[in-house]
C-alpha cells in the first residue's frame, strides 16, 4: 500500500484516458477551445493497463476513467474491459457527459463497469447548450434514462453549481431524486483555468442546498454511499435518490483525500489544483521506477490543495495548474 506524508492511504485512481472533448464546457475549457495533444502523446491502451496492474500491486483497488470525455475513444469499452479483469481492482467507474451513453452504456455494463457519473448542469435545454456552448440535452436524458435500466451499482449526476447560470434549478435537481434511484452531487465551482475575477463571481456555497430544502419543507438525514467520491450525502425523506455536497472550497476537502490522478499524456498529480507533476510514461515498463516516482509525487503532496494560496510554501511548485480542467480529469 501507498502512503503520503501525512499517512493518508491511497487506493483510488482517477485515470484521464483522452483529454479531447465534444463539449467546451464554460467550467471547464476555454470558448475558443484547447489545443488537444497529438495521439501519440497520449497514453496506449496497452500503457494503461500496464499503468493499472502497476497500482494495483501498490493497494489500488478503485478506478475511476475520466477525460476530456472518455466516450470518445473507440477503444474505451476494452479499455474498460481489460482494467476490471486486473487482479486486486475491485472498482471501475467513468466519468461522462452522457451525449454517447445511449449508445455505449449496455456494452460498458457487459465489459464491467461499475459506476457512473454523469454531468448533467441543468435541465434546460437552451440553457444546456449555453452552459457545454452546444450540447444537445436530450441525447444526455436518454443516455441516462438507458442507463438506469441497466443496474449499475450507482447512478450519479455531476452539478456544477454557478451563480447566475443554474443556481435557481437547486430544487428541480432536489425534486428529480424523488423518483429516480441516482444521486445528485451539486460541486462548488473551482478556480481552476478561471481568473479569480471571474470565480468570484460566478462561485455559489453550497449552504444554498439546505437553505433552499429548508424553505421548501423538505427534510433530509445524512446517509452513506459507497463508491469513490468526496460528497457528504443525504437524502430527503420519501424519495428514491439522495443528493450529495462536494464543497471544496466552503469546507473540508482534503483531510481525507485518497486519490491519485493521471493526465491523458503521463503525468501523475497527486493535487488536483497544484502544478506540480510527473512524468510516469517513460517508467510504466519498470515496476521499481515507477513505484518510487509514485511515492515521490505522494512525499510532495500537501495536506490541504489551500486554493486561497495561503501556505504556499508548502508547495514545491508555487503556481496553480496550467491545466484546465478537460486536461486532468476532474
Known amino acids: 500500500m501507498i502512503f503520503d506524508q501525512y499517512k493518508r ?3 483510488y485512481l482517477r485515470l484521464s484516458i483522452t483529454d479531447r472533448c465534444n463539449l467546451r464546457c464554460v467550467y471547464c475549457m476555454p470558448k475558443e477551445g484547447l489545443p488537444f495533444f497529438p495521439s501519440d502523446e497520449v497514453l496506449s491502451q496497452d500503457e494503461i493497463v500496464q499503468l493499472v496492474e502497476n497500482f494495483a500491486e501498490m493497494g489500488i483497488s478503485k478506478v475511476r476513467i475520466t477525460g476530456g470525455e472518455p466516450l470518445l475513444r473507440t477503444d474505451v469499452v476494452e479499455i474498460v474491459r481489460r482494467i476490471k479483469n486486473v487482479d486486486g481492482i475491485e472498482d471501475v467507474s467513468i466519468t461522462t457527459n452522457g451525449l454517447f451513453l445511449a449508445k455505449l452504456a449496455q456494452q460498458l455494463k457487459d465489459a464491467g463497469l461499475d459506476r457512473l457519473n454523469i454531468s448533467l448542469d441543468t435541465f434546460n435545454a437552451k440553457r444546456y447548450k449555453e452552459i457545454t456552448r452546444g450540447g444537445n440535452i436530450q441525447q444526455v436524458l436518454d443516455g441516462i434514462s438507458v442507463a438506469a435500466k441497466l443496474n449499475f451499482k450507482k447512478i450519479k449526476l455531476n452539478t456544477v453549481l454557478i451563480k447566475g447560470q443554474n443556481d435557481d434549478e437547486i430544487l428541480e435537481f432536489l425534486n428529480y431524486t424523488k423518483d429516480n434511484n441516482v444521486n445528485v452531487r451539486f460541486i462548488e465551482f473551482m478556480p481552476i483555468g ?3 475575477k471571474t470565480w468570484k463571481k460566478e462561485y455559489v456555497g453550497l449552504q444554498n442546498v439546505f437553505d433552499i430544502c429548508e424553505s421548501n419543507g423538505l427534510d433530509y438525514t445524512p446517509i452513506e454511499l459507497k463508491g469513490n467520491g468526496p460528497s457528504d450525502n443525504y437524502q430527503i425523506t420519501g424519495y428514491e435518490g439522495s443528493f450529495g455536497l462536494i ?6 476537502f482534503c483531510e481525507n483525500c485518497n486519490r491519485l490522478r493521471i493526465t491523458a499524456d503521463g503525468y501523475i498529480k497527486a493535487c488536483l489544483y497544484w502544478n506540480e507533476e ?3 510514461r517513460e517508467a510504466i515498463p519498470d515496476k521499481k ?3 518510487a516516482l509514485i511515492q515521490r509525487s505522494l512525499d510532495n503532496k500537501p495536506l490541504n490543495h489551500e486554493m486561497a494560496m495561503s501556505e504556499t510554501d508548502r508547495i514545491i511548485d508555487k503556481a496553480p495548474t496550467w491545466r484546465h480542467m478537460s486536461q486532468i480529469g476532474g
Open 278 to 280: 510527473i512524468n510516469i
Open 289 to 291: 521506477k515507477f513505484r
Open 247 to 252: 464543497h471544496p472550497i466552503s469546507a473540508k
Open 9 to 11: 492511504k491511497h487506493d
Open 194 to 196: 478561471n481568473s479569480l
